[in-house]
Structure formats: C-alpha cells, structure tokens
C-alpha cells in the first residue's frame, strides 16, 4: 500500500471510528462502499490476473466513501485536495543554504585568504562531529522514537493543523483524530525526507562557499596568512597538516606546505604574505573530498529509504477495524482473540460473552483462544511464559478478571502494554471512555478501536492489547 493510498485509508478509518452515531456515514452507506469496493477489487484483481488484496479492498472503499462525504459536504472535498505537509520545504532549504552558503565568505575580509578561517573549518568540523553522530546512533542500541507531537515532525507531516469549518460535529472530529494519527504514522517516511533535505542542504550550503570563493577569487587578488594570539607557527602547521591531509593524499597536484611557509606567512612577521591561490585549492579541495561528495551520498541512502516507505508505507492491518473489513470479503486469515481468566472461572454465558466480543472487534470470523485460569498473584505475562506473548497466531491478548479483584498496576509485556478496559462478558454494550471505565486505570489500547465493541458490567473486566509484530 503506497502513502497516498494509507492517507485516503486512515482518513476514513478515523471518520468511521469518530462518526459513532452514523452522522455523517450511515450504515447503508457503509454496506453500499464495502459492497462496491468488493466488485471493483475483484475486477481490479481480474484484470491483473491476481487474488483480490486487502489492500484493494481498502482502496477502492476509501475512494467510494471520500467521495460520497466530498459531494455531500464541500468543505470536506476542499479539505482533500489541500495538499498536507509543506512539501516545498524539500526543495526550498539546499536553495537557500546554498545562497546561505555563498554568503558565508562575506563576513572576512573579501581580499584575504585566512590560512585559520573560521567559516571554512567550521564547515569541516561540523560536518565530521555529524558523521560521528551518525555512526553513534547507528551502532549504539536506542529506544524507538517517540510520536510527532505538535513540534517540526508534525507541521511537516500535516501541515497547519486547522480544521475546516463548516464541517458536521463527527466529521470534524475524524479531520482531527486524522490529523494526529496521521502524523504519526507517517512519522518514519517523514524523517526520512528531512534526513534526505538536510544531508542536501549541507552539501549546498558547502558548495555553495566554496564556489564563492572560486567565484571572487576570479574579480579580487588573494593574499593569504594567518595570525594567533594563542597558537604559534609550529601549532598552526600541525592543524593544517591534519586539515588539508585527504586532499593531498587524493590530489596529488596540489602543493604542500611546510612549517617555514606557515612561518612566512603570518601577518604579524616581517616577510609580506604570499598569494592566496595554494589555499583556495586547499580549502576547495577539503571540503569537496569530507563535505560535497558524502553528504549527497548520505541524502542517496535517505532518499532511498523514503522511496521505500512511500511505496509500501507502514500501515499495520492487523488493526480490529481491518480485521473487521478483511473479514467481509474473506481476505487474510481469521483473527484470534486469546483470553487469560485472572482469578476467574468462566461460565457459559460469559463465554458467549467473549464470542461476540470477539466478532464484534476483529470480525465475524474472529476465534477465541481460552487460556486456563491464572492463580491469584501471579502476573498474566508469567501465564504466558511457556506460548510466549507473541505466539503464533494469535492477534490480541485478553485479561479477563473480576472488578473487585482489579490489578493495581499494569503488565508490561514485550512491545505493548495490556491496559485494563472494563468489560463483563455478557451484559449492555458500552464505550470504553464511559463512566465504566472510571474503575479501573484509565489507558485502554483499543479505546479509538473499539468504540462501542466492549461490553461493560459491574461484575467483570477484560483488558485487551494488540499482539506485538513477530
């Protein structure tokens, strides 16, 4: 699924999961998508000679229901042809740091070379501290980033976060929950874009200085030295030793230095500076080799990685609202619903209870996987030690205990957290943001994906969490 097939997708799923009360969507509107999202995906497939995909499936309903919400509300089809992100900031930040860079030299004085330019090495020094970090953060383990809040990430994943008015309550409660879902989501393809626009800004920004000064050096005779409070000759000869050592290792033809030419060269000595045409080759040659060559190589391999998550973007379709969907046309394999009964004994009622729970979040064709009962005082997670949290097939873990026997804190369990969400098995469907779920602590993970799936009661409680991605 490329990004702006996810976008249209998730677009959908956060104006279905909002519109709760079938405002803006009714339920025939609803069946009449699906129904002809399945036709057109079966011709879709037809043509290509192929199985019909969830992918296609989820497309083709998209399409079927912006569509419908477009014609009905014109505010809403403004809203989707607005462009989201600031996609002219890829192009117009290597622009500007190039003239950024061409500027750079206009500080110092437009008649001299300075042998310890600041500019010149900070461009150096600045760059390799970058390429540092990079092998840092490539080899040191780190935790996962954490979502796109409302800083930079966000403004460039959706842009200014306003929604349109004139929009009905729930369709402007989806635009929203779309938008901060959105960035979200679209957080991994959004970093690397940046890393790809800033790796080319760098390189421009350099290139840009260095130009410039090829570019005055054609108008303006250099003369080139250098002066220290604090370094002497032999100091100074020793850093541009160091400095300049790649370019005259790569270009032989440039011309070295010694330490009686560093000598000669200083301002403050008796002997006039010298021409400034070596250290232009020396700088220019410097930068092209640790700055211009790498940073459009390292902008390659984001770029790459960008291309990548756009044509196939992450969009997790194990989510119970995909599952619900997949599960009309027959598409992926039936979900799993795996109970674990904390000091609890199941009777027949609150079996059905899970069944219909089950069905009801992850599909009609959802399975429950009833685990033995877990004594009191042990922790769900060591029930699980022998399958293992992540075993094979299973799509949700469920903890299903008695109201009056809630744990006072949360299982942690790899990759995800189970967060106690009342619901008795049996009994009135209720949301989980009731007053039900005042009782228990307020973190239920299925809370947008489950809206009104759980049903609630005074007796019992199950707490849910999606399966953590083998």
């Not at 199985?51 to 497309?59: D, K, P, Y």
């Amino acid at each position: 699924m490329n990004e702006q097939l996810a976008r249209r997708v998730v677009l959908v799923r956060a104006i279905e999961t909002a519109d709760t009360q079938h405002q803006v969507l009714s339920e025939d509107d609803r069946k009449y998508a699906s129904r002809s999202a399945r036709e057109l995906a079966a011709w879709q497939a037809a043509d290509s000679k192929s199985a019909v995909t969830q992918e296609h499936f989820l497309g083709q309903r998209a399409e079927q229901i912006l569509k419908r919400l477009a014609e009905r509300t014109p505010a809403f089809g403004a809203f989707q042809k607005r462009g989201l992100g600031m996609p002219g900031v890829w192009a117009a930040l290597p622009l500007l740091a190039l003239l950024a860079g061409a500027l750079l030299d206009r500080i110092a004085d437009p008649h001299r070379v300075d042998l310890l330019s600041a500019p010149l090495i900070g461009i150096v020094a600045w760059n390799l501290l970058v390429y540092l970090s990079l092998l840092v953060w490539a080899l040191v383990p780190r935790r996962k980033t954490g979502p796109a809040g409302g800083g930079l990430l966000r403004r460039l994943s959706v842009g200014k976060p306003a929604v349109p008015r004139k929009l009905p309550s729930a369709l402007s409660t989806g635009v929203a929950n779309f938008m901060g879902e959105w960035a979200l989501l679209s957080e991994p393809l959004t970093r690397a874009r940046l890393s790809r626009t800033v790796h080319l800004a760098a390189a421009a920004f350099a290139l840009g200085a260095v130009l410039s000064l090829y570019a005055r050096g054609l108008l303006t005779q250099y003369i080139a030295g250098w002066e220290s409070t604090f370094l002497d000759a032999n100091q100074v000869h020793t850093l541009l030793s160091w400095l300049f050592a790649p370019a005259l290792f790569v270009f032989r033809q440039l011309q070295g230095f010694s330490l009686a030419d560093i000598e000669a060269l200083r301002f403050t000595a008796n002997t006039p500076p010298g021409g400034g045409e070596r250290w232009v080759h020396l700088y220019g040659a410097t930068i092209l080799l640790l700055v211009v060559l790498p940073r459009p190589v390292l902008a390659a391999i984001a770029a790459m990685r960008a291309a990548r998550l756009k044509r196939r973007f992450p969009l997790e379709l194990e989510h119970p609202y995909f599952r619900k969907l997949a599960d009309s046309i027959g598409a992926g394999t039936p979900a799993v619903l795996r109970v674990l009964p904390y000091s609890f004994t199941l009777d027949e009622a609150r079996d059905r209870g899970l069944w219909t729970v089950a069905a009801m979040a992850l599909g009609a064709q959802a399975r429950v996987l009833l685990r033995p009962t877990v004594p009191y005082g042990e922790e769900p997670k060591e029930a699980l030690r022998e399958n293992g949290f992540d075993e094979a097939g299973v799509t949700v873990t469920a903890a299903l205990f008695s109201l009056s026997a809630t744990p006072e804190k949360e299982t942690t369990a790899p990759s995800s957290t189970i967060s106690y969400v009342p619901a008795a098995a049996a009994w009135p469907y209720c949301s989980t943001n009731q007053a039900c779920s005042s009782a228990v602590p307020a973190k239920p993970v299925w809370k947008r994906a489950l809206p009104s799936a759980l049903p609630c009661g005074a007796s019992s409680a199950v707490s849910m969490a999606p399966q953590p991605r083998s």
